[in-house]
């Protein structure tokens, strides 16, 4: 039988999915193909799942400029608040707008220095934005560095954030891991940034934290690195590679972590995951038009499957085909508990937890993905929403209490207001 459990090759080539979905291909809906595990399928998963010591919690981080990096932001306090991060084998995989709030988490969570301010993620976060020019739109770099130097110049303005807010760098504690993905042009292979050093995405690296080769870098220039978009920035070139954002590949940094998952024709996994949390700020692209339900179907959400509710939820620069491989790990094999949330779909009949200060016109899904400068009142509006929104599906799965999710509004809304010199 040729499917996932026994396919030797790289997990990360598309053709692997390719073979695995044909040999797997069920019933047609609409656009959407569902995924029929076999009996023998189901069997292995349980067996595996079985033998696997290791309880894996992983996050997804999406692109999507300062519009992702701000609702990933309320995301992040939202975990924080449900002690998500205190859980055993916690990783955050992060690409690029995703990459910001990650290092700045990383920092706040994993560090020898620490934090006291309760408040620093987020006042770190806006005065990065805030300090971005606006003039020249999403083209502002580019304007500043006479196009062919806008790395450059994005590099200073990072570097000069950095100093600011006296970053340290040095990681201290082994959960949660931070990861920021990374695309090598030249060779196809998704690299990710840990304590310092540019490793490898292979299986080697999740098992142990360590692959070779290995390339020492800085976490400015691996912030730099992973946020530059193609034909907008140059890239990091680095030991005959070439390094930019991943997210034209990966955009919900998603890939990596499939090889917790993957196993070997002798049946050595990694471990099980417990849960997997998606959260996608990322641009809609005409893929999402193969996601909406035919005239005259009457489904809801609620009777559509792990495949197509992750479709739902990542359909943007990911491919249908990696999402199928994905779906059928995650419903056949390893079991997940998926959450997922997706920027500009707020909890149903609540409202906005920063209602009374926001524009009535303002949607945080119509913000640019970009990095540019936007008002301090549509930046908070941002983040509470991904605050909110996890917030809520954190507790409909029982990871967070209904006490925890009122601090965290209260939390919120004290926030802004002292943010914005108004009452909320």
């Not at 292979?189 to 540019?198: A, P, T, Y």
């Not at 991904?386 to 939390?411: E, I, N, P, W």
């Not at 004290?414 to 108004?422: H, N």
Request: glycine share 8%.
């Amino acid at each position: 039988m040729t499917d996932l459990c026994n396919e030797q090759r790289n997990p990360l080539d598309p053709s692997f999915y390719q073979t695995c979905s044909k040999s797997r291909a069920g019933p047609v809906n609409s656009d959407i193909r569902r995924i029929e595990p076999t009996h023998a399928d189901r069997n292995l998963g349980t067996q595996l799942t079985s033998v696997s010591e290791l309880h894996y919690h992983l996050i997804s981080l999406s692109g999507g400029g300062y519009r992702a990096a701000l609702y990933h932001a309320g995301v992040l306090r939202a975990l924080h608040a449900a002690e998500f991060f205190d859980r055993e084998n916690v990783i955050v995989n992060s690409v690029s707008g995703g990459a910001i709030p990650a290092i700045i988490w990383r920092e706040f969570t994993s560090t020898q220095k620490g934090r006291k301010e309760e408040t620093w993620p987020e006042t770190t976060l806006l005065d990065l934005v805030e300090s971005s020019p606006i003039v020249g739109g999403r083209f502002n770099w580019q304007l500043l560095g006479g196009w062919f130097f806008a790395q450059n110049c994005w590099r200073r303005h990072i570097e000069r954030w950095w100093d600011r807010h006296e970053f340290t760098g040095d990681v201290i504690k082994e959960s949660p891991i931070f990861l920021i993905e990374v695309l090598d042009y030249y060779s196809g292979k998704f690299w990710v940034f840990h304590e310092k050093i540019l490793y490898i995405a292979n299986r080697e690296f999740f098992r142990r934290h360590r692959s070779w080769p290995e390339i020492s870098l800085s976490p400015i220039d691996a912030l730099t690195s992973a946020t530059a978009l193609p034909g907008a920035f140059t890239g990091l070139r680095l030991n005959g590679r070439l390094f930019k954002d991943a997210g034209i590949a990966d955009n919900l940094a998603l890939l990596p972590l499939l090889e917790v998952l993957i196993h070997n024709p002798h049946g050595d996994r990694l471990g099980n995951v417990a849960c997997w949390f998606l959260s996608n700020a990322g641009k809609p692209l005409s893929v999402l038009s193969s996601l909406d339900f035919p005239p005259g179907n009457s489904e809801t959400v609620e009777s559509l499957g792990v495949e197509d509710r992750l479709l739902r939820l990542t359909g943007d620069l990911a491919q249908p085909l990696y999402v199928n491989a994905l779906a059928a790990l995650l419903e056949d094999y390893a079991k997940i508990k998926e959450v997922g949330v997706s920027i500009g779909r707020p909890p149903d009949d609540e409202e906005s937890w920063l209602k009374s200060s926001l524009p009535k016109s303002f949607r945080p899904s119509s913000v640019p993905t970009a990095l540019i400068s936007m008002p301090k009142t549509n930046a908070l509006g941002i983040m509470a929403e991904g605050a909110q929104a996890a917030s809520f599906r954190l507790c409909d799965y029982g990871f967070m209490s209904v006490d925890q999710r009122s601090k965290l509004q209260s939390f919120y809304q004290e926030f802004s207001e002292m943010q914005l010199g108004k009452s909320i």
